[in-house]
């Protein structure tokens, strides 16, 4: 038999790899596929296997306080949005500027690693309630400074390990091109370390929301999605809690799709200049 008269399914044969709109497709419909699933097999559970409401409402009760409370969850999602915001652009500039001394000084980065592992296992639970005392329970400070702790670390670590992917041969070039300091960290390390840059704020971009909601729980100003979760969970208005926390969850996923969606353009912009 000649090799043209093979089936196409012959046993050995390379099937054609998916197209790239197929494999973008299958990204998307795979985890809605999985979501529903999840959805279902709670309201069965609830429904038709009878778990209590008081320990797991059902998704349609759920839904049904969201939309009866959407302007009090609206409200809440900004006060922790703008809490988490300011927290996570501070943090990161911080994250960048200690990061760029870090990589530059000896003495700095010696130093940084004791700090950064003392800074990386505060408790949330332990500084809320300290901060609150010290800047009045009228501030929003409190929250932001901690939602800027929880950025600075992964930010402050990712991007020191992008700036040290720079190669010595390339600092030694721009120097005996007479480059300043300022003119190699802005023409040849930041374009290297941007990607690590990136990573740090995506994986920052979660952590600032979920530090600003854990710290509206101990005090402070209320109106934010922690203070109304903790409300509603001690009234007894389970359905609603989580409706809260539903909220929180859309929250977390538009910061850090956010911050996907300025990476892409950053690395398109690069790649065109």
Known sequence: MSAASVPATAPGRRRAPMSARTESWLRVIAPVSVGLFVLGLWQFLVSVVGVSEYLLPSPAAIAEQFVLYLPSILSAMAITGTNALIGLLVGSILGIGFAALAANFRSIDGMSAPVVASLAVIPIVALAPVLNSMFGADSQFSRQAIAALATFVPVFINT??????TRAVHRDLMKVYAASTGQVLRTVTLPTAAPFIFTG???????????????????GP?????????TSAASSAYARAWAYVVASIVLGLVFYLATLLLERLANRRRGDS
């Open 201 to 219: 704020i995506r994986i920052a971009s979660s952590l600032a929301v979920i530090s600003a909601l854990v710290a509206e729980y101990f005090g």
């Open 160 to 165: 020191l390990r992008g700036f040290r992917q």
């Open 222 to 230: 209320r109106g934010g999605l922690g203070g109304l979760i903790s």
